[in-house]
């Protein structure tokens, strides 16, 4: 039984359990070596010293004037020097020694005691692990089993799938040794047969979040913000932040010195580049800014469709923007949360005039039910050309002909945004104006002829 001491005393210095833990184990383990020798365990009482360490083990022993069994009776004169007015039949409690505990208990003790230790520190560790699920944690390579690799945690294992290895997701193959760090998202705990399995990832968006809060102290203490992720992992991220105090760049901190802050994220995660985008609560503007490194010309949001933003780029910026194989379009649109429309300016220019034709061929239509002979009060005729407004050169009036727009009835009755795709807004609120002018005073000298 000194070996069972022995034991206790190693593995209290190998663990960070509780003292209550292990007093409770030992006597566990006590009580059933106590059964196996006595056959019983009713009325065994163990006593442990939490202070010096020592055990002592009493058990019931009935008083009698020939013993006949030492595991159960006592002799009266023996009781007599325990209990001096002892008797016979009675039942007394009796100090066992320890050392009179045969190697079968003892060995039975140390078995019951291991499994009682392991039992406890499997729950410590199950509950460790459950308040951390979501949590970024620290682990090294221990090896590759069936290609998912076993990384080792404090105090236990934890499993990185294969299908959760961000290298994995861009197509390149892992190529981790024995010892290398990595920093996982604990994604799931479990307490299987096979004992604890703990889930690990390198491929969520959580990975890329927690990766910034631990190097971007701001974000940390949340004067800046991460609104939103898009990722393929492995290849390329769109982080979208914002800065809760007046005078912070977002972009800025989180770049930090030199990129000193962006590129130890980057080197984490083995080199995934990580683009940083300025979030803004107008979705045109916050689309605008996702779609970088491409140069937008305009966006807005449909008027026709929920949750769509149509963008327009120059032309030699549509690749650019729509990114190789639609990666950079995708993601802002994960980003966003919008329907990103993309054209080019020529294609813009293209559907305007086809809508304007479209629009002119039926007003032209309406023009043809109309009265034909309209003139003045004085019968001469009215003037309906727009070169006549002021600010309407050859260049301009062919540009609004090819739009649509061939007369000034055309562009009085036009809405400004209409003129403003075509010539820009300032120009366009002043013709319009000019029009309206012109045709309003043509109305007045105007009346059908009803003779």
Known sequence: ???????????????????????????????????????????????????????????????????????????????????????????????????????????????????????????????????????????????????????????????????????????????????????????SVEDTPHGLEIQLSRAGNGLVAQLFELEVPEVEDGLVEIKAIARDPGDRSKVAVHSNEPGIDPVGTCVGIRGSRVRAIVEELKGEKIELIEWNADPTIFVKNSLQPAKIARATLSETEDGVVKVVVPDDQLSLAIGKRGQNVRLSARLTMHRIDIISETEAVSQLKAEMAGVFSSKEAKDKSRPADVSTLDGSPVVNDITEIHGIGPKTAETLTTAGFTSIEALAEAEVADLANVLGENTARRIHQSARALQQNVDEQTSPDTE
């Open 1 to 187: 039984m000194n070996d069972l001491i022995s034991t206790v005393r190693q593995m209290m210095g190998q663990t960070e359990l509780s003292q209550e833990i292990f007093i409770d184990a030992i006597e566990s383990a006590l009580m059933q070596a106590a059964r196996r020798r006595y056959g019983t365990t009713d009325g065994i009482n163990i006593e442990i010293d939490r202070d010096l360490g020592g055990i002592r083990c009493f058990v019931p022993k009935k008083v009698v004037d020939i013993m006949k069994s030492y595991a159960k009776e006592i002799p009266i004169e023996e009781a007599r020097l325990i209990k001096p007015d002892a008797v016979i039949d009675e039942i007394i409690e009796v100090e066992a020694d320890l050392k009179d505990f045969g190697r079968i208990e003892a060995a039975t003790a140390r078995q019951i005691l291991a499994q009682k230790i392991k039992d406890a520190e499997k729950e410590q560790v199950l509950q460790e692990f459950n308040d951390r699920v979501g949590e970024l944690v620290t682990g090294y390579v221990q090896h590759i089993e069936n290609r998912n690799i076993i990384l080792e945690l404090d105090r236990t294992e934890g499993v990185l799938p294969y299908s959760d290895l961000a290298e994995f997701s861009s197509h390149s193959r892992p190529n981790y040794r024995r010892g290398d760090a990595l920093k996982c998202l604990v994604t």
